[in-house]
């Protein structure tokens, strides 16, 4: 009978990939809060990403009571070399991975192992997310959160992956398989979650709709993500575009940039440098009638003329993107499929 639960055991165990420096002001409280779980059958690869503060000290204290904590210490540079030594030391059917900042709700294992049994493989589990700050949450933040949480509760992640990324890092799970089917960690590609997250959807694994608060963000002014030349802008709209023309653009239709702003210069930059060819429209009239990189921007009115168009929206502000919406609804375009937010 022993043999046979040892068996269940292995069988249902999840794999946490939590890589940490520095952080030993919060540390201690997101460990209590995976040894608070209700789901008890996991795995904690906690991987130091060489710390110059007590972090290690803080994890070890922990290692050294509780036999489910296994701590490294990096063997390369940085947190994708630190989740790749997680993910090859790990041996759980589930992973997830787990920022050392954060706390885990009791719960959140249970619920997300209870997701992945009933969907099966080619899922991802995820939950709801909400910021917490002994400085306030930016309004920039909790509209991130809502509008994370929003696409969560039914499903539709995918609908606004070139937004920004549509899954928390440190709140999905998913089938071991799955994991390396999409090649795990292995691009030296950064942001790695939003990264990941985009082969998710390459390969077509469908996001598991939850309305469940299952994980606590925190926030402060020297987070990896907020100091991080590797989180900048420009590295979002790069990695949104290398994805774009991989999963869906279509060359057999006329590719259109909407917005002559940063974000659509840094796109039209690269795609002149790829030689594929676009039309550029926007409805800056001090831009209109001039070229940039040798390509001649046009009011937005053309679009209605450019015939089998797809098009890449780089307007930000809100209320002209609902009016891009109203636009394109009266030219017989549909979202996602004629036109993409990306921003």
Known sequence: MRILYIRHMQKNLVS?????????SFIGECIQSILNQTYPHWELLIIDDHSTDN?????NAFAENEPRIKLLKNTG??????????FKTSTGEFITRMDSDDIMTD???EVLVNQLKTHGKQHVATGLVKYFSDAGISDGYQQYETWINNLTKTGSNYNEIYKECVIASPCWMLHREDLIACDAFNPNVYPEDYDLTFRFYKNQYKCIPNNQLLHYWRDYSYRTSRTHEHY???HFIDLKLMHFLEIDYNPDKNLVIW???HKGKLIAKTLVEKDIPFTWI?????????????????PFMNLASVENSQ????VANKIAQKEIHKYMATIKKQPVIDYIFFC
């Open 232 to 234: 900048a802008l420009n």
């Open 77 to 86: 540079s940085g947190i994708i070399d630190a989740l790749k030594l997680a």
């Open 55 to 59: 972090s290690y000290d803080v994890v």
């Open 259 to 261: 917005g002559a702003g």
């Open 282 to 298: 926007c409805d800056n009239p001090n831009k209109i009638g001039k070229a940039i990189y040798g390509v001649t921007l046009q």
């Open 311 to 314: 098009s890449i929206v780089t």
């Open 107 to 109: 719960n959140k294992l």
């Open 16 to 24: 946490i990939l939590t890589p940490f420096k520095n952080t030993q």
